[in-house]
């Protein structure tokens, strides 16, 4: 495959190599090496195959014989290269470019872009993440602890919401459940004295297996765990709610997502009570700052098609603590109501071969041009001193041919919103 001078070809091995990964062969390459030894030294061998004990394994072609299609790296692979694994072969280190993509990435932005549109925000919900939107960890939500050790993952298929994109999936055992305590969220402790209801949209197929709870515990040691209703079962589904009025003395609480033997989705949680929260939670995906936020006027958080005609708010800012940022508004909004935050986040960053970047077709060309200007950038701080130059030259031709092919294909930008993000 060739992009924009770089090229790389997709090969399967056709013999063993040595033990302990000392070689690879493959007589494949015999169709581009015009028969000339040495053809491939100092080129990255990739070594693609998921089945290979070496498989992520890049290593540096040290000598190379036509004759028998027998690469010898500097360095060993990690296991013997078995008949039939497939492998790249690459100009330059296969982790230097995909550093080189991501960095491109964020330096094509707010030209190359993703538009966003969340609704998973509701007034007057004292939690955080509770539409299970945000996983920097796979193992729980973020603000989020599990007891007990149950299964958690993010689910993107079985979820409640146009606008969502995940629910949480628990498969729990008999004392197990994903909750959030004034550890994760100290905001929670704003809740004693007042009267709290935990509401939660969940789905499990078995009934009496799946439900929520409020647990508090006093400075004097007195605990309390109100819990809702089962979810009945079946694939649907259902509202749940937890009420309680929270103690003075307030020393503990957690809200609680529990499946008790049997897997439970649950998604669009709130907690609400007292007088409104100072700051809500705002969703990690926006890209430093929203541009523009709605509130909903007619029926709550629960109507999913009640956002058609949505109320500008103006009366808001973001605030930053700690790396979590907060959405925070004047006085007047309604408890209970969704809000439509507009904004823009980076395309997506790549990990693996099979990573997809949210692109549309003429704005790859930009991407990529970006990306050789990146690599060849970073080539250029560790290139000997007869390349430094030419990596440079290199560098600033394909920035210049990527500003001004982003100015052709990339998304426009209006002033206003731009001065937003800063």
């Known amino acids: 495959m060739a992009q924009r001078g770089n090229w790389w070809v997709s090969l399967s091995a056709t013999s063993a190599g040595a033990a302990a990964g000392a070689t690879l062969i493959s007589t494949q390459l015999n169709r581009y090496d015009h028969a000339a030894d040495d053809f ?15 498989y992520g394994d890049g290593r540096l072609a040290k000598d190379y014989a036509t004759n028998t299609g027998t690469v010898t790296p ?14 790249e072969v690459h100009p330059y280190e296969p982790d230097l470019l995909e550093y080189a993509l991501n960095e491109a990435i964020t330096q094509c932005f707010p030209r190359l872009r993703v538009d966003l549109v969340d609704e998973t925000v509701v007034t007057g919900n004292h939690a955080a993440n509770s539409h299970f939107e945000d996983w ?17 993952t993010q689910e993107t298929t079985i979820i409640r919401g146009p606008l969502n994109t995940s629910s949480m999936k628990v498969t729990g055992g ?23 209801e935990l509401s939660c949209w969940v789905y499990c197929a ?4 799946a439900r929520i709870q409020i647990y508090t515990k006093t400075s004097a040691g007195t605990e309390a765990t109100t819990s809702s209703s089962y979810h009945s079962g079946g694939s ?12 003075a003395n307030l020393s503990d609480i957690q809200i609680r997502f529990t499946a008790t033997d049997d897997t439970a989705y649950f998604d669009n949680a709130y907690l609400i009570g007292g007088s409104e929260p100072a700051r809500l939670y705002l969703p990690s995906s926006f890209y430093k700052k929203p541009l523009e936020v709605y509130r909903q006027v007619y029926g709550d958080a629960d109507d999913i098609g009640e956002l058609s005609n949505p109320e500008p708010r103006l009366d808001w800012r973001i605030l930053e603590n700690k790396g979590t940022r907060f959405i925070q508004f004047g006085n007047g909004l309604v408890q209970k109501q969704k809000l439509r935050i507009v904004g823009w986040k980076l395309l ?21 041009e970006m990306a050789l200007a990146e690599l060849f950038s970073s080539l250029s701080s560790t290139a000997t001193s007869d390349d430094v130059s030419r990596y440079q030259s290199l560098s600033n031709y394909w920035l210049g041919r990527a500003e001004r092919d982003l100015r052709k294909y990339g998304k426009p930008v ?8 800063l």
């Open 40 to 54: 491939y030294n100092n080129q990255w061998v990739y070594i693609s195959g998921t089945a290979s004990n070496s």
């Open 74 to 87: 500097y360095a060993a692979f990690t296991a013997q290269i078995e008949d039939t694994t497939t492998f």
């Open 136 to 152: 920097a960890a796979t193992t729980t939500p973020d603000k989020h602890a599990s007891s007990g050790s149950p299964t958690v």
């Open 174 to 196: 008999t004392s197990s459940y994903v909750y959030q305590s004034q550890v994760e969220w100290p905001s929670l402790l704003d809740l004693e004295g007042y009267s709290a």
């Open 206 to 209: 078995t009934a009496s297996k």
């Open 236 to 247: 649907e589904y259902e509202k749940l709610t937890a009420s309680v009025t929270i103690p």
């Open 348 to 368: 997506s960053a790549v990990s693996v071969d099979t990573s997809t970047v949210e692109v549309e077709y003429d704005e790859v060309t930009p991407l990529v």
């Open 414 to 421: 209006p002033s206003s919103q731009l001065r937003g993000l």
